[in-house]
């Protein structure tokens, strides 16, 4: 009898197993593309050389967002913001500019037809400092605007003059060209990003709220062309960012008697401290493959090959051994989970003394969904001490919503990448960072963080690092981006319905 029940119960499993595996060959081989297929763009021209003229330009404005904002930064952006009316005139003429909170600009390229809902193009005309010491290393200075080896070098190139001047080009081109938009067109520039946008974009936002203006969709800065980054994926990654996550830091104070350190307590206001950041450390948020990341996933699967193709088809079976490679890269990790990071401990000043106190802060980036409410919780769960005092520091901030990637702005977005990139493919994304685009989230759904910045993984050092610097060739594909991008929304014959 048990040699027959044995010999039952491994037919069962062969039999499970062989269906197992048909799904998962099923499932992996029936994966069609998901991108859209649209016919290539004829690229419109672009005055390459002039252009790349103008953005070095631009980059020589020293326009640098420090802790304290300082009198000869801003005295930097009013210069740049005569600049850009010097090699601008078509597109200073063809739209009303405002200057807001002094510094930053609201350009109002009106629309023929009123009814339409309008479109915002964003970016920002500050950059970040060059970290002090790094000076030397770069191999251009990092404001001189040079152009070499087919670079635009400069802080700023990237972030995100390159995308502020590229609009600005295709306005320019579109204005000189007799292009007169259906729907209105903004383009938003704050001047404080690096910052957060406290007295730009959000006071842009604010007056569109008073004027009771409601994008079709919104366009900011953010994700980017990866190029070999993602494994199993040979073609380079178009992703657009449809949220960001949010941001809290706590601050954890110990407390214990102080005194001499000759004769110590059972507890010490370091030993409390540092134990808890020990359970924090080694209890993190639950990762999952869900949200935006599974979607990401699913859009991506069937442009992979081998094994990848294989897995993320088949997330039912293989997401477990999917999260567990995810997590062990810190980018990937980062798309899963809402992060821990502990960043600044303090305590105790001599080495005879006990301290009465101890503080750490920890930075947390929340996962859409996410409140700081619920991550204090977690942590005061998690470090099962009562005695530590826990406090949410200001500027906390909750994710994004998550913007639609079926909606009409995303699909047009999309159908731009595929007209002028065909080998790129287009997946959402979400952003580990911020941008200005999250002071707009209440006005629309559609809210996008996208330029075609192309990058491999060792250029992205190179934000907010050394060595900014942008290829006049991708450069010129950013322009034509955002060029084709206006006539398909604003054109005569919109591909947007609104
Ligand atoms: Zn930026």
């Given at each position: 009898?048990?040699?027959?029940?044995?010999?039952?119960?491994?037919?069962?499993?062969?039999?499970?197993?062989?269906?197992?595996?048909?799904?998962?060959?099923?499932?992996?081989?029936?994966?069609?593309?998901?991108?859209?297929?649209?016919?290539?763009?004829?690229?419109?021209?672009?005055?390459?050389?002039?252009?790349?003229?103008?953005?070095?330009?631009?980059?020589?404005?020293?326009?640098?967002?420090?802790?304290?904002?300082?009198?000869?930064?801003?005295?930097?952006?009013?210069?740049?913001?005569?600049?850009?009316?010097?090699?601008?005139?078509?597109?200073?003429?063809?739209?009303?500019?405002?200057?807001i909170n002094?510094y930053s600009?609201?350009?109002?390229?009106?629309?023929?037809?009123?009814?339409?809902?309008?479109?915002?193009?964003?970016?920002h005309q500050d950059?970040?400092?060059?970290?002090?010491?790094?000076?030397?290393?770069?191999?251009?200075?990092?404001?001189?605007?040079?152009?070499?080896?087919?670079?635009?070098?400069?802080?700023?190139?990237?972030?995100?003059?390159?995308?502020?001047?590229?609009?600005?080009?295709?306005?320019?081109?579109?204005?000189?060209?007799?292009?007169?938009?259906?729907?209105?067109?903004?383009?938003?520039f704050g001047h404080d990003e690096?910052?957060?946008g406290e007295e730009g974009a959000k006071a842009i936002?604010?007056?569109?709220?008073?004027?009771?203006?409601?994008?079709?969709?919104?366009?900011?800065?953010?994700?980017?062309?990866?190029?070999?980054?993602?494994?199993?994926?040979?073609?380079?990654?178009?992703?657009?960012?449809?949220?960001?996550?949010?941001?809290?830091?706590?601050?954890?104070?110990?407390?214990?008697?102080?005194?001499?350190?000759?004769?110590?307590?059972?507890?010490?206001?370091?030993?409390?401290?540092?134990?808890?950041?020990?359970?924090?450390?080694?209890?993190?948020?639950?990762?999952?493959?869900?949200?935006?990341?599974?979607?990401?996933?699913?859009?991506?699967?069937?442009?992979?090959?081998?094994?990848?193709?294989?897995?993320?088809?088949?997330?039912?079976?293989?997401?477990?051994?999917?999260?567990?490679?995810?997590?062990?890269?810190?980018?990937?990790?980062?798309?899963?989970?809402?992060?821990?990071?502990?960043?600044?401990?303090?305590?105790?000043?001599?080495?005879?003394?006990?301290?009465?106190?101890?503080?750490?802060?920890?930075?947390?980036?929340?996962?859409?969904?996410?409140?700081?409410?619920?991550?204090?919780?977690?942590?005061?769960?998690?470090?099962?001490?009562?005695?530590?005092?826990?406090?949410?520091?200001?500027?906390?901030?909750?994710?994004?919503?998550?913007?639609?990637?079926?909606?009409?702005?995303?699909?047009?977005?999309?159908?731009?990448?595929?007209?002028?990139?065909?080998?790129?493919?287009?997946?959402?994304?979400?952003?580990?960072?911020?941008?200005d685009?999250?002071?707009?989230?209440?006005?629309?759904?559609?809210?996008?963080?996208?330029?075609?910045?192309?990058?491999?993984?060792?250029?992205?050092?190179?934000?907010?690092?050394?060595?900014?610097?942008?290829?006049?060739?991708?450069?010129?594909?950013?322009?034509?981006?955002?060029?084709?991008?206006?006539?398909?929304?604003?054109?005569?014959?919109?591909?947007?319905?609104?």
């Open positions: 009898m048990k040699k027959i029940a044995y010999v039952a119960t491994a037919a069962v499993v062969a039999a499970a197993a062989v269906a197992v595996a048909a799904v998962v060959t099923l499932n992996t081989l029936r994966l069609g593309s998901r991108q859209i297929s649209v016919a290539p763009l004829i690229p419109p021209p672009v005055d390459e050389h002039g252009a790349a003229e103008r953005l070095a330009g631009a980059v020589r404005f020293k326009t640098i967002s420090y802790e304290t904002p300082s009198d000869s930064s801003r005295s930097e952006l009013l210069q740049l913001q005569s600049y850009l009316q010097a090699v601008f005139p078509k597109a200073h003429a063809a739209a009303r500019r405002e200057v002094k600009l609201l350009y109002t390229w009106i629309g023929q037809d009123p009814s339409a809902k309008p479109i915002v193009l964003m970016a950059v970040v400092p060059i970290a002090p010491g790094t000076e030397a290393q770069w191999h251009a200075d990092p404001f001189s605007g040079e152009i070499k080896d087919g670079f635009i070098w400069g802080r700023g190139t990237w972030d995100d003059k390159g995308n502020l001047m590229a609009i600005l080009e295709a306005v320019e081109s579109l204005a000189g060209a007799g292009f007169r938009p259906e729907r209105t067109v903004y383009l938003a690096e910052n957060g936002a604010a007056l569109f709220r008073q004027r009771g203006i409601r994008p079709e969709f919104v366009l900011d800065e953010g994700m980017l062309i990866t190029e070999g980054i993602m494994p199993g994926l040979d073609a380079p990654a178009a992703l657009i960012g449809i949220g960001e996550k949010g941001w809290a830091t706590l601050k954890l104070t110990a407390t214990a008697s102080p005194g001499h350190s000759s004769m110590p307590g059972s507890r010490s206001a370091i030993g409390a401290l540092a134990t808890a950041l020990q359970r924090l450390d080694s209890n993190p948020f639950p990762a999952a493959v869900a949200g935006v990341a599974r979607e990401m996933l699913y859009i991506l699967a069937p442009e992979m090959h081998g094994l990848n193709r294989v897995a993320l088809s088949n997330l039912w079976l293989f997401e477990p051994l999917i999260r567990r490679q995810l997590t062990q890269i810190p980018s990937a990790n980062a798309l899963l989970r809402t992060t821990t990071a502990i960043t600044v401990i303090r305590g105790g000043n001599k080495d005879n003394v006990l301290p009465g106190e101890a503080e750490a802060l920890v930075n947390f980036r929340l996962m859409p969904g996410e409140t700081a409410a619920g991550v204090t919780a977690h942590v005061r769960a998690v470090i099962g001490d009562p005695s530590i005092r826990i406090e949410v520091l200001p500027r906390a901030g909750e994710a994004s919503p998550v913007a639609s990637d079926s909606s009409a702005a995303y699909q047009l977005i999309a159908r731009t990448v595929r007209e002028l990139f065909p080998n790129v493919v287009v997946a959402p994304g979400l952003m580990i960072g911020g941008t685009s999250r002071h707009m989230v209440r006005l629309a759904d559609n809210v996008y963080r996208f330029s075609p910045v192309r990058a491999r993984a060792q250029d992205l050092a190179r934000f907010h690092g050394t060595d900014e610097r942008i290829s006049t060739a991708n450069y010129v594909e950013i322009i034509r981006f955002y060029l084709t991008l206006i006539r398909h929304a604003a054109g005569q014959r919109e591909l947007l319905p609104s």
